[in-house]
């Protein structure tokens, strides 16, 4: 591990944590969309 090597892995983080909230986000809209899109019926 290097001094130079430090800017990608912070990098790399960010990435990973941007790409699990996404994933988050996508999993848990639809499931509190879905009893609002029921009770409106």
Do not use: E, G, K, N
Not at 4 to 29: K, N
Not at 31 to 41: E, F, G, I, V, W
């Amino acid at each position: 591990m290097d001094v130079r090597d430090l800017p990608a892995l912070l990098d790399c983080i960010r990435f990973v944590r941007r790409t699990a909230v996404q994933t988050a986000v996508h999993l848990i809209t639809p499931a509190s969309c879905s009893p609002c899109s029921r009770a409106s019926r």
